[in-house]
T-cell receptor, first 115, second 112 residues
Framework: ETGVTQSPTHLIKTRGQQVTLRCSSQ?????VSWYQQALGQGPQFIFQ???????GRGNFPPRFSGLQFPNYSSELNVNALELDDSALYLC??????????????FGPGTRLTVT | GENVEQHPSTLSVQEGDSAVIKCTYS??????FPWYKQELGKGPQLIID?????GEKKDQRIAVTLNKTAKHFSLHITETQPEDSAVYFC???????????FGKGTMLLVSP
């Protein structure tokens, strides 16, 4: 069984640019959540997607947006990058039918550096 | 919103000793409490979780206890091994869309 995969592994961008990060959920999982993990901190919830719609959002500005595709894979887009956006971006997928709240299984993350 | 406090921030033990990490949460509606292990350069790995209808759960050398009245839960690792060295995160969830609120993490170092 393939776990959660994310691409790219590392990324360096310049302030003001835009970035797209990608996530493939674990087989059979239909819910995807995105988290931002700053150095030395716990992950912070950005948003969650279920059935291709945003299903909850944390305290992040609108320049953070996402998509979920029919195969349950997902993208995180960040516009107008700021230096503080430098972090590890984690994607987590959840299985259906396990009760609420569901277990979340994380991918390896994408390390974004904004210069 | 939910707030999760985790202690200690660092924990050093000798191989074979036990390690205990404690977390408190603020939202009495939270009903799911997972623990994650994160090794350097990797994503968090779910190691054990507990739901609010259970007071204790054990999986080999790892156990978690939950006290809903006091709003705290703990991770217990017995017979620690060097490969247990990592950062451990507690989290709590209870919102309708299953967001996880994480603690700030505990760096566990197990010395041979």
């Amino acid at each position: 069984e393939t776990g959660v995969t994310q691409s790219p592994t590392h990324l360096i961008k310049t302030r003001g640019q835009q970035v797209t990060l990608r996530c493939s959920s674990q087989s059979g999982h239909n819910t995807v959540s995105w988290y931002q993990q700053a150095l030395g901190q716990g992950p912070q919830f950005i948003f969650q997607y279920y059935r291709e719609e945003e299903n909850g959002r944390g305290n992040f500005p609108p320049r953070f947006s996402g998509l979920q595709f029919p195969n349950y894979s997902s993208e995180l887009n960040v516009n107008a990058l700021e230096l503080d956006d430098s972090a590890l971006y984690l994607c987590a997928s959840s299985p259906p039918g396990q009760g609420v709240p569901y277990e979340q299984y994380f991918g390896p993350g994408t390390r974004l550096t904004v210069t | 919103g939910e707030n999760v406090e985790q202690h200690p921030s660092t924990l050093s033990v000798q191989e074979g000793d036990s390690a205990v990490i404690k977390c408190t949460y603020s939202d009495s509606a939270s009903n799911y409490f997972p623990w994650y292990k994160q090794e350097l350069g990797k994503g968090p790995q779910l190691i054990i979780d507990i739901r609010s209808n259970v007071g204790e759960k054990k999986d080999q050398r790892i156990a978690v206890t939950l006290n809903k009245t006091a709003k705290h839960f703990s991770l217990h690792i017995t017979e620690t091994q060097p490969e247990d060295s990592a950062v451990y995160f507690c989290a709590a969830s209870g919102s309708g869309y299953s967001t996880l609120t994480f603690g700030k993490g505990t760096m566990l170092l197990v010395s041979p």
